[in-house]
């Protein structure tokens, strides 16, 4: 059975202290794995997908990378703007596993 | 340029009753899913489609019924609504069978 874990379940850094958020993933056959954020009351929102293990995306502040088990997403000198729930799924085929999230508070 | 729009945003509901959740979208995607959010449980895929007159399952089915006549709706139905059902239901679409554009959510009660 394909399984994602997301550590740690909540994260509260100061502005401008850089951290990274966990993604481990047990899936046959890895497609793609992907990053969203998400706003409270919203849905989620796309970040990155990352196909194969060394790939590296970047988006602001935001940089996701990938191994053969797990994915990081790594926020550098973060705003309070970057306070979300960030979500990260592995898609074996026409089907999303999401982790349970990592909720991240940037204080000022 | 409105993208996944889900209606409506909230209901509640008695323990039996049905109702539909709405899905539209206007990008001309063929993937289109819908999940359900709980807390401490993380997304779930409830059915998905791959293109107008194709659904498939996903991993909670059960209770929950879906088609596709058209590349822009997907309509979720709760056939029999239960308080299990209470959850806050997202619908996604994307390209190359991947989620990529999310709605905002329908959040249903069930007492």
């Known amino acids: 059975e394909d399984q994602v874990t997301q550590s740690p379940e909540a994260l509260r850094l100061q502005e401008g202290e850089s951290s990274s958020l966990n993604c481990s993933y047990t899936v046959s056959g890895l497609r793609g794995l992907f990053w969203y954020r998400q706003d409270p009351g919203k849905g989620p929102e796309f970040l990155f997908t990352?196909?194969?293990a060394g790939e590296e995306k970047e988006k602001e502040r935001l940089k996701a990378t990938l191994t053969k088990k797990e994915s990081f997403l790594h926020i550098t000198a973060p705003k309070p703007e970057d306070s979300a729930t960030y979500l990260c799924?592995?898609?074996?085929?026409?089907?999303?596993?999401f982790g349970g999230g990592t909720r991240v508070l940037v204080k000022p | 340029n409105a993208g996944v729009t889900q209606t409506p945003k909230f209901q509640v509901l008695k323990t039996g009753q049905s109702m539909t959740l709405q899905c539209a979208q206007d990008m001309n995607h063929e993937y289109m899913s819908w999940y359900r959010q709980d807390p401490g449980m993380g997304l779930r895929l409830i059915h998905y489609s791959v293109g107008a007159g194709i659904t498939d399952q996903g991993e909670v089915p059960n209770g929950y019924n879906v088609s596709r006549s058209t590349t822009e709706d997907f309509p979720l139905r709760l056939l029999s609504a239960a308080p299990s059902q209470t959850s806050v239901y997202f619908c996604?679409?994307?390209?190359?069978?991947?989620?990529?554009?999310f709605g905002d959510g329908t959040r249903l009660s069930i007492l």
């Open positions: 996604a679409t994307g390209v190359s069978n991947q989620p990529q554009h």
């Open positions: 990352l196909y194969s």
């Open positions: 799924a592995s898609d074996a085929g026409n089907k999303l596993t």
